[in-house]
Each structure stands twice: as C-alpha cells, then as structure tokens.
C-alpha cells in the first residue's frame, strides 16, 4: 500500500456495497459455531510480532488507520464546544505541515461517534464534509432501559440526522442462550434505523466465552447489522485480537454464505499505533483488502489519532515529538 493509494477510500457508510437485508433466524447454523479457544488465542499471539511494515509502507498504512477511525467521545462532561472541536479534527486529522511532506490532501476519519444528545451539534459542524455521525443508542452502554425507549431513542437519533447507529445488544440473550430474543431485538433495532446503518455492539468482555461471542456475532448479521463491533468501551475487558479473530471468521462465514459483507469494528482500549497496524494485518489476512476500506472497517477510538499522527511526524522529520503536540481538542 503506498502513501498515494491510502487516499483513494470512500468515507461513507457502505456506499459501495449493498446493505446487510439480513436473513430467516437459522438455528442450526448457530448451534453448529464452535470455537477452539486454545487454537484462536494461538493464532492471535503470533500476529503483533510477525507483521511488520516500515518507512512509507508504515506511513501509508497508518494513513488508512487514520481514515477508520471513528472519532469519538462519550464522556458525561461533554460540551458542544468539545464536539465541534472533534469535528474539526476529523475534518483535519493531520497537522497541515505533515499533510504537505506526506503529499496528501483531503483525508478526514471515518466518522465522529457521539450520544444522541450531541448529534445536531455534530451534523452542524460536519455539513458539507461527507463524514458522517454515528450516535451510540439503546441505552448504551448497558442496554437495559426499557425496549419501547430503546427503539424511540434510535429513531430520535436518525431524526436529528445520525447517518449511523451504534446500539448495543442486551447480553442477558447471549447468556442464556436465547437466540431467537437476540435476533428478534436486532431486527427491531435494524427497522428503527430506517436508511442509517447499524452496528451491533456485542459487548464481548461481558459475553463469557468466544462461542457465544462467535454465535452472537452470526444472529445479529442475520438480524440484519451492516457492521458488528466488539465493545462500548465501558467494560473491564474490551477489544482484543481472540475476540476479532472469532468476528471476524464469522463475518467471513457469513459472506461465504450470503454473498453479503458486513463490517468490522473493534472499540476500546486501541490507543496506539502500533496496534492499529495488527489489526489492519488481521484484516488483510483473514478477509482480505476490501475489508481495509473505511465502510467495511472502523476503530471505536479517540486517543489512537494522537498516536498516528506523532508517529506520521516521525516518519516525516526524523524525530519524535510530545504526544501534547498533537492534542485533539
């Protein structure tokens, strides 16, 4: 990947591949999934030191990283101000100085990730830019507020102008193993959501095994979800390289089955660059280059693009800078 063809990306959510229409709920299929924990937790060590990429092959691809970034805040102390400064972020994610020496121009990240609250103040600082807003709903992060204001608060969020919705599944249904009240749920969500795309958050950390995470990851994908994403970022355990392996097998289950892609997104806990280069590796590996596109792969983060761009000025002069050089806001 060079530094010229890391620009060359569609921003929107799943612009160029048709929508998930989802599926009849298939039981056997879901009760067939197994996971070999043993041989997943194997193959995921072998990936932070065998993957490597240096000088401007690195620079390109932390330059893909930047542009799947989901930009987010999601702190009770939130302002307006705070989120039209993110917006400008995403608008601009690299300082102009490293953007020039890199000659690129026109990057911004995935989208900005924000609660409903803050979702006009975001749609009035992104107009005109083609980035869209993704609001986290359902009562997130715990998912536990009453169904009807689950699914009111979905379609409020879509109303403000949200162009993606972020809800999370009530993990009771993993648990117990109710397959058909999780499929039933993420349908009812997917309807609410009307044209704005869905990513179901599986909330893995709190799930208990890989299986239910691998069989949860295939019930919401025939419910309908355009993308299943590992965690809210508010549970003690959140994105890790098993969890991904085992959605991502699932994701390429499903397509291998239907014909239809489903996107991918890990959240919390991935705030380094290097890091981001292992899951665009797994990426590579397991579903191949068009899964390295921002409408089929984001990050759920905010301190990562803090850490791309210092490592881009590195690439740039030669020298490390402070992390407060690159601040977000």
């Not at 103040?121 to 083609?130: C, E, I, K, N, Q």
Request: hydrophobic share 45%; with cysteine; charged share 20%.
């Amino acid at each position: 990947m060079s530094v010229q063809t890391a620009q060359t990306t569609s921003h929107l959510p799943q612009t160029i591949e048709p929508r998930n229409p989802g599926m009849a709920l298939d039981l056997s299929w879901v009760r067939s999934v197994q996971a070999n924990t043993s041989a997943i937790e194997r193959r995921a060590k072998t990936l932070p030191g065998r993957r490597s990429v240096k000088k401007e092959y690195q620079a390109a691809w932390l330059l893909r990283a930047l542009q799947c970034i989901d930009l987010t805040t999601l702190s009770g102390d939130d302002t307006a101000e705070r989120v039209r400064r993110l917006c400008a972020k995403a608008r601009q994610p690299l300082r102009p100085d490293i953007a020039t020496a890199l000659s690129v121009s026109g990057l911004h990240t995935g989208a900005i990730c924000v609660y409903h609250d803050m979702v006009e103040t975001a749609v009035d600082a992104l107009a005109g830019s083609g980035i869209p807003v993704a609001a986290v709903s359902t009562g997130f992060p715990a998912g536990l507020s009453p169904f009807h204001l689950r699914v009111a608060e979905i379609e409020e969020s879509v109303k403000a102008g949200a162009a993606e919705i972020d809800i999370v599944i009530s993990r009771r249904h993993v648990l117990a193993g109710d397959w058909q009240a999780l499929y039933d749920e993420m349908r009812a969500f997917r309807a609410a959501c009307g044209d704005a795309h869905v990513k179901a958050i599986l909330a893995t950390g709190e799930l208990g095994t890989l299986r239910n995470v691998a069989r949860a990851s295939l019930v919401c994908m025939m419910a309908g979800a355009d993308f299943i994403k590992t965690s809210t970022g508010k549970e003690s355990v959140n994105a890790t390289l098993p969890v991904s392996l085992v959605m991502i097998r699932a994701i390429r289950d499903y397509f291998e089955r239907t014909g239809i892609r489903v996107g991918y997104k890990p959240a919390g806990g991935i705030s380094k660059a290097k890091d981001a280069l292992v899951y665009l590796a797994l990426m590579k590996e397991e579903l191949g280059d068009r899964w390295l596109q921002p409408d089929l792969f984001r990050f759920g983060a905010s301190s990562l693009l803090n850490d791309i761009e210092r490592q881009l000025e590195h690439h740039v002069t030669g020298a490390y800078s402070a992390s407060y050089r690159h601040a977000l806001a």
